[in-house]
């Protein structure tokens, strides 16, 4: 074995050592896994793409949870002898990315990108995403992700460019992306459309304004929009209004005086709200837009493109911000007479980008969009983009896990629009789209779609003006499980890794991300992106709160690694949520994991302080390990179950059941009662094909404790590249010649031995008894139990050959075969009936008094928090984070509650008349 191992596990002393082991040994690339025989040529191919990192900043603990997970699920299917491949990369993020440089452009030298111009703001741009992303990757390695470096992908790097213009080209070509007038989401601040999913709708309390509308009063809580209003529009089936005919016209006096309006019905309006009668702006609303579309109603843009009202506003307001224009033109018509009544209160939703969270003010502009129903030409029939994202999922060629996503993302494809692609940002992927300068056929009047640049007119070789627009930054995301591996050559990674395995990514962008890859897949391809989409949840505070620099509870993943390991940011990352669900974390949590790998360490400790008694063979395979006692039998029966059970479940992607019962596993079984075992057996050989068996399943989760103990004990090959254990123990006599394994005894002594020493430590705690004092045990075993394993004979015998076990395990000096006359304490949930004797160990009266008192407090808990639980005004105020911990108190409660009673169940005791009627000690004949 190697040096001594240190008393305590320093993870900064072995991360970057083996970090750089790791690297140099070529095992993150398949094809050296292939020539060092990790992986077979013609072995199984499990492949992900990195979700990319936005090149805006650092990592968060969502981006360290992505990466924990994912990096399990590659080491796993790495150490199973797969061609595996995780494929890195990092996103130009154009709108977040040129919001932030543009931020601290002025901050820093009051200046705009407009001061700049645009050639020079993009190499600020450029020069902060190459910072950006070189600390990214530091970070990435820094947590052990084992990524394939060499086929690094940036979203905006000259392959991906090439992507991103076929499939534009291509699209363009099949009919579903075009360009047309439609009403989109404007972000006046950064002067740019926004994409549906990129809404983030905030509470606004406004006042809501009544005015007078001809014969009409109308509600609104944005009268800067009213002055070109002349439609007013009610349900066709309001009763209030039947009087009125749909087309009607009427006069009446308004902002700048008499105007002509025009009454329409139309289904979409809500008789609920308001007084049921609205004027519609469909220039800057989407509801009135299709309103106006469908009855070939005019539209007028009132606000122009920087927030400001334009000239049709007329004398007094053009020119305006939109909040000082609403508090005039509310005095105007107020002095017109036309303000009917103001309710102060009103609450609403507003729509801003969650990009900078500019206001949205909608607009209808010229814009290139993505058609979802439109039917096109697919593989030899008719389809909709629709169509292929619904049937993909559908059809099980695509599973979401959990289940439960699979009914939102189908509500959210039923409600999905045309996507707006095209941006007025600088940054980001230039459209592949030049018009013709001076048309002089018909062909000129239409957009040129090119994979290549444009030098002339295709249809007059006239000069021609490449579009100055950009495309949403999820055009070129969405190709990404396929464009990294080449498309749109026919690469061999192609062929090889695509359909990738899964994608593990944050519920938060099924929608901005995973549905576009399998719109852009199954239409560009024919096939999905990847078989299976494994959603993690958001990382909250400990309190259930999303982490926020103004509330100051953000935990940055490299500071924590540096304080408690890797390995324990890791792990608390992957067993600290299931599947789907929220992953609450606090440092006390993280640190409790830091005590986990501590205690993996001491168990390595333990195993090289041995005795080298054994033979290199011992240690090098299975040949001479030999199960010799029920013990043996036991632990090699636990890690056999949990050898299979780890391994189903991380092929069905559920890394945190996996985890917690590895930690079941090695806390309990191994550590807590094997070790203790082995210290009176020294079956040394077993022990150490049982750790070695832990580590090799521990190293996915906790890479570098279990490399570094690895080599400490002696190993000369890295785990990384170490197989996957996959002996399955079996009870077939001709499988003895290896591993000697009884899985009825190894049953037998969990049973018996296991459970019975449980229960005299148990209730030795709960009595008091000092842990030097030697106590006798007392068995009564039934003559009619003559069942095969639990025969009076064979229980004898297993319980007397396991005298010493109990001594050194339990503190029991004698073990009679009898009833015990004396004061003793029974142990229940056992085969048969046992009692400890507690004859001059403590004093009975005390100690009933005290047990008395304790279940009493623990009744009376949980009768209050049970009452609190149940009232409806508690849970409606309560915050989500006192509810919790009342609910885990509570479950501890009951627990210990119901542990105190199993104990205290039935005790013997000398003088039965001196105990009250119902108290927990009692008479037993």
């Given at each position: 074995?190697?040096?001594?191992?240190?008393?305590?596990?320093?993870?900064?002393?072995?991360?970057?050592?083996?970090?750089?082991?790791?690297?140099?040994?070529?095992?993150?690339?398949?094809?050296t896994?292939?020539?060092?025989?990790?992986a077979?040529?013609?072995?199984?191919?499990?492949s992900?793409?990195?979700?990319?990192?936005?090149?805006?900043?650092?990592?968060?603990?969502?981006?360290?949870?992505?990466l924990?997970?994912?990096?399990?699920?590659?080491?796993?299917?790495?150490?199973?002898?797969?061609?595996?491949?995780?494929?890195?990369?990092?996103?130009?993020?154009?709108?977040?990315?040129?919001?932030?440089?543009?931020?601290?452009l002025?901050?820093?030298?009051?200046?705009?990108?407009?001061?700049?111009?645009?050639?020079?703001?993009?190499?600020?741009?450029?020069?902060?995403a190459?910072?950006?992303?070189?600390?990214?990757?530091?970070?990435?390695?820094?947590?052990?992700?084992?990524?394939?470096?060499?086929r690094?992908?940036?979203?905006?790097?000259?392959?991906?460019?090439?992507?991103?213009?076929?499939?534009?080209?291509?699209?363009?070509?099949?009919?579903i992306?075009?360009?047309?007038?439609?009403?989109?989401?404007?972000?006046?601040?950064?002067?740019?459309?926004?994409?549906?999913?990129?809404?983030?709708?905030?509470?606004?309390?406004?006042?809501?304004?009544?005015?007078?509308?001809?014969?009409?009063?109308?509600?609104?809580?944005?009268?800067?929009?009213?002055?070109?209003?002349?439609?007013?529009?009610?349900?066709?089936?309001?009763?209030?209004?039947?009087?009125?005919?749909?087309?009607?016209?009427?006069?009446?006096e308004?902002?700048h005086?008499?105007i002509?309006?025009?009454?329409?019905?139309?289904?979409?309006?809500?008789?609920?709200?308001?007084?049921?009668?609205?004027?519609?702006?469909?220039?800057?609303?989407?509801t009135?837009?299709?309103?106006?579309?469908?009855?070939?109603?005019?539209?007028?843009?009132?606000?122009?493109?920087?927030?400001?009202?334009?000239?049709?506003?007329?004398?007094?307001f053009?020119?305006?911000?939109?909040?000082?224009?609403?508090?005039?033109?509310?005095?105007?018509?107020?002095?017109?007479?036309?303000?009917?009544?103001v309710?102060?209160?009103?609450?609403?939703?507003?729509?801003?980008?969650?990009?900078?969270?500019?206001?949205?003010?909608p607009?209808?502009m010229?814009?290139?969009?993505?058609?979802?129903?439109?039917?096109?030409?697919h593989?030899?029939?008719?389809?909709?983009?629709?169509t292929?994202?619904?049937d993909?999922?559908?059809?099980?060629?695509?599973?979401?896990?959990?289940?439960?996503?699979?009914?939102?993302?189908?509500?959210?494809?039923?409600?999905?629009?045309?996507?707006c692609?095209?941006?007025?940002?600088?940054?980001?992927?230039?459209?592949?789209?030049?018009?013709?300068?001076?048309?002089?056929?018909?062909?000129?009047?239409?957009?040129?779609?090119?994979?290549?640049?444009?030098?002339?007119c295709?249809?007059?070789?006239?000069?021609?003006?490449?579009?100055?627009?950009?495309l949403?930054?999820?055009?070129?995301?969405g190709?990404?499980?396929?464009?990294?591996?080449?498309?749109?050559?026919?690469?061999?990674?192609?062929?090889?890794?695509?359909?990738?395995?899964?994608?593990?990514?944050?519920?938060?962008?099924?929608?901005?991300?995973?549905?576009?890859?399998?719109?852009?897949?199954?239409?560009?391809?024919?096939?999905?992106?990847?078989?299976?989409?494994?959603?993690?949840?958001?990382?909250?505070?400990?309190?259930?709160?999303?982490m926020?620099?103004?509330?100051?509870?953000?935990?940055?993943?490299?500071?924590?690694?540096?304080?408690?390991?890797?390995?324990?940011?890791?792990?608390?990352?992957?067993?600290?949520?299931?599947?789907?669900?929220?992953?609450?974390?606090?440092?006390?949590?993280?640190?409790?994991?830091?005590?986990?790998?501590?205690?993996?360490?001491?168990?390595?400790r333990?195993?090289?302080?041995?005795?080298?008694?054994?033979t290199?063979?011992?240690?090098?395979?299975?040949?001479?390990?030999?199960?010799?006692?029920?013990?043996?039998?036991?632990?090699?029966?636990?890690?056999?179950?949990?050898?299979?059970?780890t391994?189903?479940?991380?092929?069905?992607?559920h890394?945190s059941?996996?985890?917690?019962?590895?930690?079941?596993?090695?806390?309990?079984?191994?550590?807590?009662?094997?070790?203790?075992?082995?210290?009176?057996?020294?079956?040394d050989?077993?022990?150490?094909?049982?750790?070695?068996?832990?580590l090799?399943l521990?190293?996915?989760?906790?890479?570098f404790?279990?490399?570094?103990?690895?080599?400490?004990l002696?190993?000369?090959?890295l785990?990384?590249?170490?197989?996957?254990?996959?002996?399955?123990?079996?009870?077939?006599?001709?499988?003895?010649?290896?591993i000697?394994?009884?899985?009825?005894?190894?049953?037998?002594?969990?049973?018996?031995?296991q459970?019975?020493?449980?229960?005299?430590?148990?209730?030795?705690?709960l009595?008091?008894?000092?842990a030097?004092?030697?106590?006798?045990?007392?068995v009564?075993?039934?003559?009619?139990?003559?069942?095969?394993?639990?025969?009076?004979?064979?229980?004898?015998?297993?319980?007397?050959?396991?005298?010493?076990?109990?001594?050194?395990l339990?503190?029991?000096?004698?073990?009679q075969?009898?009833?015990?006359k004396?004061?003793?304490?029974?142990?229940?949930?056992?085969?048969f009936?046992?009692s400890?004797?507690?004859?001059?160990?403590?004093?009975?009266?005390?100690?009933?008094?005290?047990?008395?008192?304790?279940?009493?407090?623990?009744e009376?808990?949980?009768?209050?928090?049970?009452?609190r639980?149940?009232?409806?005004?508690?849970?409606?105020?309560?915050?989500?984070s006192?509810?919790?911990?009342?609910?885990?108190?509570?479950?501890?409660?009951?627990?210990?509650?119901?542990?105190?009673?199993?104990?205290?169940?039935?005790?013997?005791?000398?003088?039965?008349?001196?105990s009250?009627k119902?108290?927990?000690?009692?008479?037993?004949?």
């Amino acid at each position: 074995m190697n040096e001594t191992i240190p008393q305590t596990y320093q993870p900064q002393e072995y991360e970057d050592t083996i970090s750089r082991l790791w690297e140099e040994s070529g095992l993150f690339h398949p094809e050296t896994c292939i020539k060092k025989g990790v992986a077979r040529e013609d072995a199984a191919v499990f492949s992900i793409v990195l979700p990319p990192p936005n090149v805006t900043g650092t990592l968060h603990l969502g981006h360290a949870a992505m990466l924990a997970i994912e990096d399990l699920f590659v080491r796993f299917h790495r150490m199973r002898g797969d061609r595996t491949l995780w494929l890195p990369g990092t996103d130009h993020a154009a709108i977040a990315t040129q919001e932030k440089v543009e931020r601290l452009l002025w901050n820093e030298e009051r200046k705009t990108r407009h001061d700049l111009g645009r050639e020079v703001f993009l190499e600020k741009v450029k020069a902060f995403a190459k910072n950006s992303h070189d600390t990214i990757v530091g970070q990435a390695k820094k947590m052990g992700a084992s990524l394939d470096w060499s086929r690094e992908a940036f979203t905006l790097d000259e392959e991906r460019s090439l992507a991103v213009r076929t499939a534009f080209k291509r699209l363009f070509d099949k009919g579903i992306l075009s360009r047309g007038d439609r009403i989109v989401h404007w972000d006046p601040k950064l002067r740019t459309t926004v994409s549906d999913d990129e809404i983030e709708w905030k509470q606004e309390t406004v006042p809501f304004y009544y005015f007078q509308y001809g014969p009409f009063v109308i509600g609104t809580s944005r009268p800067e929009t009213k002055f070109g209003d002349k439609y007013v529009v009610v349900h066709p089936d309001d009763e209030r209004y039947a009087s009125y005919r749909d087309g009607e016209t009427f006069s009446l006096e308004w902002v700048h005086g008499p105007i002509i309006a025009t009454l329409i019905k139309d289904a979409a309006i809500d008789c609920e709200f308001g007084t049921g009668a609205m004027t519609i702006t469909p220039w800057h609303d989407g509801t009135d837009f299709e309103i106006a579309e469908r009855h070939g109603l005019e539209k007028n843009q009132i606000i122009g493109f920087d927030g400001t009202l334009l000239p049709v506003a007329g004398d007094g307001f053009a020119g305006l911000d939109i909040l000082e224009a609403r508090k005039r033109i509310v005095e105007t018509l107020d002095r017109k007479g036309l303000l009917v009544r103001v309710e102060e209160n009103y609450t609403h939703s507003v729509a801003t980008n969650s990009r900078g969270g500019g206001l949205i003010e909608p607009q209808i502009m010229r814009q290139w969009f993505v058609s979802v129903n439109k039917t096109f030409e697919h593989e030899g029939g008719q389809t909709t983009l629709k169509t292929l994202m619904r049937d993909a999922v559908r059809m099980k060629n695509v599973e979401i896990l959990p289940e439960r996503f699979e009914k939102i993302y189908f509500h959210w494809i039923d409600n999905l629009r045309d996507w707006c692609v095209s941006r007025q940002i600088w940054y980001g992927h230039p459209l592949p789209v030049s018009y013709c300068d001076t048309p002089k056929h018909k062909g000129c009047e239409a957009p040129i779609v090119q994979v290549e640049p444009v030098l002339s007119c295709p249809f007059c070789g006239g000069s021609v003006t490449k579009d100055p627009d950009t495309l949403d930054t999820w055009f070129s995301s969405g190709l990404w499980t396929f464009s990294t591996l080449g498309w749109p050559s026919s690469s061999r990674d192609l062929e090889t890794y695509h359909p990738t395995s899964v994608v593990e990514t944050g519920y938060d962008i099924l929608f901005f991300w995973v549905a576009r890859m399998i719109l852009m897949s199954t239409a560009l391809l024919g096939e999905v992106p990847f078989r299976t989409v494994s959603l993690h949840g958001l990382v909250l505070d400990e309190h259930g709160r999303k982490m926020s620099k103004s509330i100051g509870n953000v935990i940055d993943p490299l500071d924590v690694s540096k304080k408690f390991g890797t390995d324990a940011v890791r792990l608390s990352l992957v067993l600290s949520g299931t599947p789907g669900n929220d992953i609450r974390l606090g440092e006390e949590k993280i640190e409790s994991f830091r005590n986990f790998a501590n205690k993996l360490w001491n168990i390595g400790r333990y195993m090289q302080g041995l005795s080298k008694e054994s033979t290199e063979e011992e240690t090098s395979g299975t040949e001479n390990i030999r199960a010799i006692s029920l013990a043996d039998h036991w632990i090699l029966s636990r890690l056999d179950e949990t050898m299979r059970e780890t391994t189903r479940l991380l092929e069905r992607f559920h890394a945190s059941l996996a985890g917690e019962l590895l930690k079941a596993f090695t806390w309990n079984d191994l550590a807590d009662r094997y070790l203790e075992v082995h210290k009176l057996e020294r079956n040394d050989a077993l022990l150490r094909y049982v750790v070695r068996t832990t580590l090799t399943l521990w190293h996915p989760f906790l890479p570098f404790v279990t490399e570094a103990l690895w080599k400490h004990l002696g190993e000369h090959s890295l785990l990384l590249g170490t197989a996957w254990p996959s002996l399955r123990l079996s009870n077939e006599r001709e499988q003895r010649n290896t591993i000697a394994f009884l899985p009825e005894r190894a049953t037998q002594y969990a049973s018996h031995i296991q459970n019975l020493i449980e229960k005299i430590r148990a209730a030795r705690t709960l009595y008091r008894v000092p842990a030097g004092k030697l106590l006798p045990l007392f068995v009564e075993i039934s003559e009619s139990e003559e069942d095969t394993e639990a025969s009076p004979t064979k229980l004898r015998e297993t319980i007397e050959s396991h005298r010493l076990h109990f001594e050194k395990l339990a503190h029991i000096g004698d073990i009679q075969f009898e009833a015990n006359k004396k004061t003793a304490a029974s142990l229940s949930g056992m085969p048969f009936l046992a009692s400890l004797g507690l004859e001059g160990a403590i004093d009975i009266e005390t100690e009933r008094r005290r047990i008395e008192k304790e279940l009493f407090e623990i009744e009376s808990f949980v009768h209050r928090a049970e009452a609190r639980m149940m009232s409806e005004s508690f849970r409606a105020k309560a915050p989500h984070s006192l509810i919790e911990e009342t609910n885990r108190l509570l479950a501890e409660k009951k627990k210990r509650g119901s542990t105190t009673q199993k104990c205290t169940r039935k005790p013997h005791i000398k003088n039965p008349e001196h105990s009250p009627k119902g108290s927990l000690f009692r008479s037993h004949h």
